[in-house]
């Protein structure tokens, strides 16, 4: 399966699909991993917090490691913002890994104020070559502006909640103003929608299944959905979304389930602690 890219602002590529692994964990994760490498997606999530970089390292190092398109991801914990300890945590990462293609801090943690000193540290690791691309994520308007006013460098990603009860119309829109690239996580919204007419009546006019009418409306925003799945067969549903396209009006209809209160979990990034 041949997945389409995108260009990040730091004129690399992002395939526009990518396979999330939290919560896998041990033999699990390394299986499910293998599986959608062998598939077709290149593009994988993890993060220091997901327990499971070991686990995914084993599966690109089985895979094809040296693999140009790959893009593994890890994040960085709250607990190691700061300068030094940022770069520590990236070693202990890449360790683990084998490579880190992205990285990204995986909360910004206002309360705590030490994100900007986390950024400058990601942007050293890149001039030096270490990481292709970094990103960050959970992060307002406000965070973006705050670390590339600090650096000169505006983060390539900003990974965030994103499903259809959930849209993120304005940060999207700042997205594209800032010219940052969305990633979507928990991009299903726990199947919330699936029965709405809005995503169950394009499933039957296009003879697919609802998870793949929410995937093609994230593909269609140019946000970068990261479905996860531990069942090699949805795994394979995930990545078929790019043969058929919604109109307009379908799109419109699935942004409009939007709710204010549309969060699943993990709260507001101005006043959630992630650690
Ligand atoms: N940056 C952050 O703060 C943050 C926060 C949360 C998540 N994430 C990332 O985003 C990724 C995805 O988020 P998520 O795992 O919460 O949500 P998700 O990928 O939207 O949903 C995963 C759930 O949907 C099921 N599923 C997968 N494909 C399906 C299909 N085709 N039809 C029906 N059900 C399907 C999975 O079950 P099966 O496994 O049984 O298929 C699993 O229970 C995570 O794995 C992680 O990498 C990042």
Redesign the pocket.
């Known amino acids: 399966m041949n997945i389409p890219s995108l260009v990040m602002n730091d004129g690399t590529t992002l395939p526009a699909l990518g396979f ?3 919560p896998l964990k041990g033999s699990d994760a390394t299986r499910s991993v293998s599986t959608a490498v062998d598939m077709g997606y290149r593009l994988i ?1 993890s993060a220091l917090n997901y327990e499971n970089e070991s686990d995914v390292g084993r599966a690109i190092a089985e895979a094809d490691p040296q693999d140009a398109q790959l893009v593994v991801t890890t ?1 960085l914990p709250g607990r190691d913002h700061g300068y030094d300890q940022t770069i520590r945590s990236f070693d202990g990462s890449l360790e683990r890994l084998g490579r880190i293609d992205l990285y990204l801090i ?2 910004p943690n206002p309360r705590h104020g030490r994100y900007v000193d986390a950024w400058r540290a990601m942007v050293e690791l890149q001039r030096e070559g270490r990481v292709r691309s970094i990103g960050v ?2 992060f307002t308007e406000r965070h973006l502006h705050e670390v590339a006013e600090a650096t000169g460098v505006m983060p390539s990603v900003n ?1 965030i909640e994103l499903h259809p009860e959930f849209p993120q119309a304005a940060l999207r829109g700042v997205h594209a103003d800032l010219g940052v690239l969305t990633e979507s ?5 726990e ?1 919330r929608t699936f029965a709405d007419p809005a995503v169950a009546g394009p499933a039957a006019k296009y003879g697919r ?1 609802p ?1 793949q009418i929410v995937l093609r409306w994230h593909v269609q925003l140019d946000a970068v959905p ?6 090699a067969e ?1 795994q394979r ?2 990545l078929d979304v790019f043969d058929f396209a919604l109109t307009q009006a379908e799109m419109a209809a699935i942004t409009g389930l939007g709710r204010p209160d549309g969060r699943l979990w ?1 709260g507001d990034p101005e006043t959630n602690e992630e650690m």
């Not at 996580?185 to 919204?189: A, E, H, M």
């Not at 990261?226 to 069942?231: E, F, N, R, W, Y």
């Open positions: 999330g692994t939290y999530d994040k995986h909360w994520s959970n990974q996580w928990s991009p299903l919204g199947g299944t998870a990261l479905p996860k799945s531990s069942s949805r549903e995930n993990g």
